[in-house]
């Protein structure tokens, strides 16, 4: 089990979320933006958009993807 934060996920709060695999942490992070702006809360709504986008154009996206595969692939594992 690893742990990201909302921040090391392009979020701004240190919101943890844990998981086995990059996509754990990916997907918790999705439905944390989600949340964030169902509760208006205006500071997430720029990584919602960036997230929003990344699905929308998952092949510009690739790199994003890659690179928080590896920062994940080089935590601890707990
Ligand atoms: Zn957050």
């Known amino acids: 089990m690893k742990t990201m934060t909302c921040r090391d996920l392009g979020g701004p709060c240190d919101l943890e979320h844990h998981g ?4 754990d942490v990916i997907n918790a992070q999705d439905r944390h933006l989600k949340e964030a702006e169902k509760a208006g ?4 709504q720029e990584a919602r958009d960036a997230m ?4 929308r154009h998952p092949k510009q996206s690739l790199g ?3 690179g928080t595969q ?3 692939a080089a935590l ?3």
């Open 76 to 78: 601890p594992d707990r």
């Open 70 to 72: 590896a920062a994940f």
């Open 52 to 55: 929003k986008n990344r699905w």
């Open 64 to 66: 994003w993807y890659r």
């Open 20 to 23: 086995e695999t990059a996509d």
């Open 41 to 44: 809360d205006a500071t997430h």
